[in-house]
């Protein structure tokens, strides 16, 4: 079975995030970009299917700019076999991304779709969900756990009330949660192996998708500061201001 | 709960920026090593380091090694994080393909082993120990004992030691009484006592590899007689399975001021099977090939410890509010300002970090020129780079672990009297930190290779090898606009070694006392005049880049650093000097029994 993974380059998930000065978005002028930490668990995850003989290749698949590829060398690093780069410049939705995740799902049809239940930088966590929804596949998100059995996959799910345990048919669509598992450090002989593994070029337009957001920004900015707390005498003191001040109860 | 993170930004700024990284991949052997695969690993060597190595630092510390019945126990987690750190092939970084290694250029790995040093020195002693015998062993040892022991040592499978020092002899190696009897098969028989053998003993590898310096019957007296022996702590099959005990034990483990988690043993070694490493008698040279390259990695935990203290410190001034700034309030909405206000506490801040920077740039440039050394096709190039190796070591080596061990008291008074409670994490690194200046040859011992040794050698063609850069650089900048006011602070402390230069001398020529009474002056003059020129060159670059690309912190604290070196740093060469120039007399004419 093949396993296609897609992998997203964001901010590194240590780098304080700075707001630009006029409001257009983060400054990403040198900050320290990899791998979002959700996708590392869904490359780990395809790996260990791999290494049970449940797979037999990895494809990790980047939309984004040039500098991706390194994002994918990552993957490639850490046991995945090939890459797919999908050159896009700035701002790229959920919903360009499914779309064309989809014409790449179409060619390499791959036995199970492996991706992060979000991405750290604008947490959206919609590209699996719209990505089962084009191609029809069925879904299991929020997974803390996957097993493949046969033709179905179990997948236990995190939900607000626990673990909700799903079976779905394969070829299907996964989404990882943190405690799906803890990614591998890459290994020194396999970084340098990784830089011989093929990374296939392509544009969004080959896949016949105008990745041009649809969403318009109107401006971004730093929550507010936190404000110094107060020191309240007794219980009727807190209840008074909760009621008074506050205005929660 | 301490902090470290790997200063990956000013790391590539050395390789890259400062010292032509990209150029590496023109050393023959080198070609892969571009900055696609270099990046990569640095990154991946940070998180293991921030990740695995550094949370073990402080629980290593508190813990300690512990012997039971003969067996040495590391502390609680070590033995998993050494597992990763195998498994992930860092024991093998710039080892030989040959044997297994991945071959990294020497002066890559240098920045991994700072990271390793600065997240925790205790572990860093382990592989750095298999290295070292690594080095002898692929350089001296026969055919046959490479292709029976090197494979499962780069691999870190097996682990390495040096056992040189005994009991009554550490820096005058010629007095070894340990000795090796011939036998029969064309091994010896090593019987003899060990002390102070870091990584003697421990349960990270199935087998331990100790380089023993011992005497063979009939031996010319003191160091000319001396050999090298590999003696494994278990015998070795022919094929390569590990069997029963062969005579080495550990008799005790030290307790010490610092690095506590690294085993320090007495080795007792009782007609233990061992194999000739190169010829008879001719040990020390042998044991010289390791000892360079190990000055070297000590130097490197100098820097490592710096490193982490600044970082710490750095982040505690931010947070520590106490009292106002002397030139009015800074932080209104707190009860007092942060201590990063403070003029003393930015000198000290300042001082740790332009000592560790101009460090890391010095570093990273010997170990370039190191790779130089071995791999450059031109014999004369080859030639001068090694010189240039030779006379940096004992240089990098005294002054980078003193500075080290600077660093980390400066990082302890940041934090006032929180950094002498154990919970802050602080103080480890000034107990850490003591040792650097000690092993692998005291800095004393250091200043006495650089005015007994590497500067006499060849007429003095190492020091050119200083000397001629440092003057052109000096003639080609002095005029600039901008970075006259670096080249120039450079060019007094320039001229000022070259006068003390001659003056060690001449002096030394007449008297060897007026030499030795001068080396230690003599190094930290020299190394103050190698960081000054480490300095105006990083200022020189930051420049460039901010004229090509426009406003960057980076570069402006680059520039800003070099300043405050300048200004506040390099005059301490002034002092030097003139203690060099004062002489010998007030310390040997002291009669000895008024001590």
Known sequence: ?249 | MPIYKAPLRDMRFVLYELHGGEAMTELPGFEDFGRDLVEPVLDEAAKLCEQVLFPLNRSGDEEGCTLANGVVSTPKGFKEAYDRFRDGGWTSISCDPAWGGQGFPNVVSTLVEEMICSANLSFGMYPGLSHGAYNALARHGTEALKEKWLPKLVAGEWAGTMCLTEPHCGTDLGLIRTRAEPKDDGSWAVTGTKIFISAGDHDLTDNILHLVLARTPGAPKGIKGISLFLVPKYAVGDDGAVGGPNGVTCGSIEHKMGIKASSTCVMNFDGATGWLIGERHKGMRAMFTMMNTARLGVAIQGLGIAEVSYQNAVAYARDRIQGRSLSGTKAPDKAADPILVHPDVRRMLLTQRAYTEGCRALAAGIARELDVSQRHPDPKVRQAAEDYVALMTPIAKAMMTDLGSEVANLGVQVYGGHGFIREWGQEQYVRDARITQIYEGTNGVQALDLVGRKMPADAGRALRRFFHPVQAFIEAKVEDERLGVFVQPLAKAFVRLQQATAQVARAGLARPDEAGAAATDYLKLFGLTALAHQWARMAEVAYARLDADGPDTFYEAKIATARFFMDRLLPESSARFSAVMAGGRSIMEFPDDAF
Do not use: H
Not at chain 1, 60 to 66: F, L
Not at chain 1, 117 to 141: E, P, V
């Open chain 1, 1 to 249: 079975m093949k396993i296609l993974v897609p992998v997203k380059r964001v901010v590194d998930y240590n780098v304080k995030i700075r707001v630009k000065p006029d409001g257009s978005g983060v400054d990403l002028a040198n900050v320290k970009m990899s791998m979002n930490p959700f996708d590392e668990i869904a490359v780990e995850e395809a790996i260990r299917l791999k290494e049970k003989g449940v797979a037999t290749e990895i494809v990790v698949v980047s939309i984004g700019p040039a500098q991706a590829a390194e994002t994918l060398r990552t993957a490639l690093a850490m046991g995945a076999d090939r890459g797919l780069l999908v050159k896009v410049e700035g701002a790229v939705e959920p919903l360009a991304v499914a779309k064309i995740l989809k014409g790449v799902v179409e060619a390499e049809k791959p036995g199970l779709v492996i991706l992060g239940k979000q991405a750290i930088d604008d947490d959206c966590a919609q590209t699996g969900q719209m990505l089962a929804a084009l191609t029809g596949y069925a879904q299991g998100t929020f997974a803390s756990k996957i097993a493949v059995e046969g033709e179905t996959l179990a997948v236990t799910r995190e939900v607000d009330g626990g673990l909700q345990s799903v079976v779905l048919t394969l070829p299907a669509i996964v989404t990882t949660d943190l405690r799906l598992n803890e990614p591998r450090y890459a290994s020194l002989p396999n970084i340098m192996k990784a830089k011989k593994k093929p990374i296939a070029e392509s544009v969004a337009a080959d896949w016949g998708v105008d990745p041009a957001p649809r969403l318009e920004v109107l401006t971004t900015r730093e929550p507010p500061v936190r404000k110094a707390g107060v020191k309240v005498a007794s219980v009727a003191d807190l209840v008074s201001k909760l009621k008074n001040e506050a205005g929660v109860i």
